[in-house]
């Protein structure tokens, strides 16, 4: 594909974050005149450009229909006037994509996202390739687009793939499907059909790799000649031997789980559809396999952070969906769940699901009477509110009993308490650390 040529062409960014810096940048060293516009200017963008203006000033709809190319950063919502008024407006995704002459592995789904791009990049990496992890993930690809990369492996949200038109990855990853983002999608339709488009431009001798479990995933078309791989908890391309003590690889063993550190329901989903995708760009099962055995993962992912008076604590504060906190839970027999946030649009009720392995919840933050009526309404498992974190995690300690799971996962964003996931699980693992040591120990 022969790259665009922008000098002398008129171009705007919509968002001057990490991922609207690059762009500006790269679209500046290529001779584009650039227009910058971000709603937040003024308020928290460092080293803002001189002319950023905000997409409600007067001349927006001008300059926008008037422009040769218009980029837009992940999170700009559906809603922003930018799509009314540009006729194909395109993410940084699609761009770099024009532009690399370096293969793409690319991972989406609702869940596990950034551990299977972290995971296929070690693999590769440990196979001889050499391997970037770069989009979502935090590294805007633009930014990389000078590397000579044998693989670009990108984390792709659904905001990149919806604006995307030519985007091609080399081996595309779909991890699973579940209702998110509805409030930026302003529908599930719009979301399941921008997360298909990972698949949609792929050719014969392509790979998919494709949750076998997942019927919603498992119902996308692909084009002829794209090579399937599936994989999953059960007897898939990748899946588990019938004694589920084993990976495989078209039903042979290539690692036991019990060389494995993580090895909770989620974590082999995740090792699975990581080894799938590695593999069929060419790594081998050695290298697949040393890296699941050393793999420990990633913070606020079901992570473990110690015990306190025979009671394990987790944190998940990065599961801000139902799907993502059932999947957390049914790892465990006994759970005192930590829940709650500033709910993005979705329905919680599924959550009640999750009784029978329920000692009790815990409800935080604005969420908190909604997911208390829930519970109260549809289930016998004890409901209290905490009004802080420190709060929360004092009650989930007195309901808790030897043998516990103490787990932080929300299922709802943090933005009513706190600025980001991270910060929340920080918060988390503090009041537990000032916990333990007044106790004086585990």
Same mark, same amino acid.
């Given at each position: 594909?022969?790259?665009?040529? #922008?000098?002398?062409?008129?171009?705007?960014?919509?968002?001057?974050?990490?991922?609207?810096?690059?762009?500006?940048?790269?679209?500046?060293?290529?001779?584009?005149?650039?227009?910058? #516009?971000?709603?937040?200017?003024?308020?928290?963008?460092?080293?803002?450009?001189?002319?950023?203006?905000?997409?409600?000033?007067?001349?927006?709809?001008?300059?926008?229909? @008037?422009? =040769?190319?218009?980029?837009?950063?992940?999170?700009?919502?559906?809603?922003?006037?930018?799509?009314?008024?540009?006729?194909?407006?395109?993410?940084?995704?699609?761009?770099?994509?024009?532009?690399? !002459?370096?293969?793409?592995?690319?991972?989406?789904?609702?869940?596990?996202?950034?551990?299977?791009?972290? *995971?296929?990049?070690?693999?590769?990496?440990?196979?001889? /390739?050499?391997?970037?992890?770069?989009?979502?993930?935090?590294?805007?690809?633009?930014?990389?687009?000078?590397?000579?990369?044998?693989?670009?492996?990108?984390?792709?949200?659904?905001?990149?793939?919806?604006?995307?038109?030519?985007?091609?990855?080399?081996?595309?990853?779909?991890?699973?499907?579940?209702? =998110?983002?509805?409030?930026?999608?302003?529908?599930?339709?719009?979301?399941?059909?921008?997360?298909?488009?990972?698949?949609?431009?792929?050719?014969?001798?392509?790979?998919?790799?494709?949750?076998?479990?997942?019927?919603?995933?498992?119902?996308?078309?692909?084009?002829?000649?794209?090579?399937?791989?599936?994989?999953? *908890?059960?007897?898939? =391309?990748?899946?588990? =031997?019938?004694?589920?003590?084993?990976?495989?690889?078209?039903?042979?063993?290539?690692?036991?789980?019990?060389?494995?550190?993580?090895?909770?329901?989620?974590?082999?989903?995740?090792? /699975?559809?990581?080894?799938?995708?590695?593999?069929?760009?060419?790594?081998?099962?050695?290298?697949?396999?040393?890296?699941?055995?050393?793999?420990?993962?990633?913070?606020?992912?079901?992570?473990?952070?110690?015990?306190?008076?025979?009671?394990?604590?987790?944190?998940?504060?990065?599961?801000?969906?139902?799907?993502?906190?059932?999947?957390?839970?049914?790892?465990?027999?006994?759970?005192?769940?930590?829940?709650?946030?500033?709910?993005?649009?979705?329905?919680?009720?599924?959550?009640?699901?999750?009784?029978?392995?329920?000692?009790?919840?815990?409800?935080?933050?604005?969420?908190?009477? !909604? *997911?208390?009526?829930?519970?109260?309404?549809?289930?016998?498992?004890?409901?209290?509110?905490?009004?802080?974190?420190?709060?929360?995690?004092?009650?989930?300690?007195? *309901?808790?009993?030897?043998?516990?799971?103490?787990?932080? @996962?929300?299922?709802?964003?943090?933005?009513?308490?706190?600025?980001?996931?991270?910060?929340?699980?920080?918060?988390?693992?503090?009041?537990?650390?000032?916990?333990?040591?007044?106790?004086?120990?585990?």
């Amino acid at each position: 594909m022969t790259a665009p040529i #922008y000098r002398g062409k008129r171009a705007v960014v919509i968002g001057y974050g990490i991922t609207g810096r690059a762009v500006v940048e790269f679209l500046a060293e290529k001779g584009a005149v650039v227009s910058v #516009y971000d709603d937040a200017k003024g308020r928290s963008l460092p080293e803002s450009p001189e002319g950023i203006a905000s997409s409600f000033d007067d001349q927006f709809r001008s300059v926008v229909e @008037s422009a =040769d190319l218009v980029v837009v950063s992940p999170g700009v919502p559906r809603s922003h006037p930018v799509f009314q008024f540009a006729q194909s407006p395109i993410s940084e995704l699609e761009l770099a994509y024009r532009h690399s !002459e370096t293969p793409m592995v690319a991972v989406t789904g609702t869940n596990g996202k950034t551990t299977v791009t972290t *995971l296929i990049t070690e693999m590769l990496v440990r196979a001889g /390739l050499r391997a970037r992890a770069v989009g979502n993930i935090g590294t805007s690809i633009v930014s990389m687009l000078g590397e000579k990369l044998d693989y670009f492996v990108v984390e792709a949200s659904s905001f990149q793939l919806a604006t995307t038109e030519s985007f091609r990855p080399k081996v595309a990853v779909w991890t699973n499907f579940t209702p =998110d983002h509805l409030d930026w999608h302003q529908g599930i339709d719009h979301y399941l059909a921008s997360k298909a488009k990972i698949f949609e431009n792929q050719q014969p001798g392509d790979a998919a790799v494709i949750n076998g479990g997942d019927l919603v995933v498992c119902g996308i078309e692909l084009r002829p000649g794209v090579r399937r791989f599936s994989f999953g *908890l059960g007897a898939f =391309d990748f899946g588990l =031997d019938a004694q589920r003590s084993a990976l495989t690889k078209g039903g042979e063993p290539f690692l036991l789980l019990s060389e494995m550190i993580r090895t909770l329901p989620h974590d082999l989903e995740n090792a /699975l559809a990581s080894a799938a995708a590695a593999f069929s760009a060419g790594a081998g099962l050695a290298e697949i396999a040393a890296v699941l055995k050393e793999f420990g993962g990633l913070p606020h992912r079901v992570e473990f952070l110690g015990m306190l008076d025979g009671v394990s604590f987790y944190n998940d504060s990065k599961a801000t969906t139902p799907a993502s906190v059932i999947a957390g839970v049914r790892g465990f027999e006994s759970v005192v769940l930590i829940a709650g946030g500033k709910n993005k649009g979705l329905d919680l009720s599924p959550l009640v699901t999750l009784a029978p392995k329920l000692r009790a919840v815990v409800a935080i933050g604005q969420s908190s009477d !909604e *997911l208390a009526a829930l519970f109260t309404k549809g289930s016998s498992v004890p409901v209290v509110k905490a009004s802080s974190m420190t709060e929360a995690v004092n009650s989930a300690r007195q *309901l808790a009993v030897k043998g516990d799971v103490v787990l932080l @996962s929300p299922g709802c964003t943090s933005y009513d308490w706190y600025s980001s996931y991270e910060q929340r699980g920080d918060d988390f693992r503090a009041v537990l650390e000032t916990m333990r040591s007044v106790r004086g120990g585990p």
